[in-house]
């Protein structure tokens, strides 16, 4: 896992992402680039994938109307997807991708999924977290 560990810290600083925490030892780092709405996501080191998930928001109360929303939404995502954590309540956006052959881009391209996603939902995500 060292291998990737290191590869993927190099991918990340070319991508000019800030590393804010680090655990070589459980494969996990955690990021941010503020400028593109990416705060606090947690990067998963776990061959043979790697994991990016993002909390979006709490939903405070269990509506079908947000649901069947973030499902519709999906279908217009890049990369990744919103998903529910276990116990149903916090939207995450999650991303796997093959860690054997990945490159930059595709690090690059799941991160710019994101920053699209808020900056095009960010409304509708104000509306949902306030339910």
């Known amino acids: 896992m060292d291998n990737y560990y290191n590869r993927i810290i190099e991918f990340l600083l070319k991508l000019d992402v800030d590393i804010t925490r680090e655990n070589p030892e459980e494969g996990i780092l955690v990021i941010q680039k503020e400028d593109n709405g990416i705060k606090n996501l947690i990067v998963g080191i776990a061959p043979p994938v790697l994991i990016l998930e993002q909390y979006i928001f709490k939903i405070k109360n269990n509506n079908n109307s947000i649901y069947k929303?973030?499902?519709?939404?999906?279908?217009?995502?890049?990369?990744?997807?919103?998903?529910?954590d276990d116990d149903g309540d916090k939207v995450i956006f999650r991303d796997t991708l093959q860690?054997?052959?990945?490159?930059?881009?595709?690090?690059?391209?799941?991160?710019?999924?994101?920053?699209?996603?808020?900056?095009?939902?960010?409304e509708q995500i104000i509306k949902f977290s306030k339910y």
């Open 69 to 84: 929303s973030l499902l519709q939404k999906n279908r217009d995502i890049i990369h990744g997807a919103f998903v529910l």
């Open 99 to 122: 860690i054997e052959n990945l490159d930059l881009n595709e690090i690059e391209a799941s991160l710019n999924s994101l920053s699209l996603l808020l900056s095009e939902y960010s």
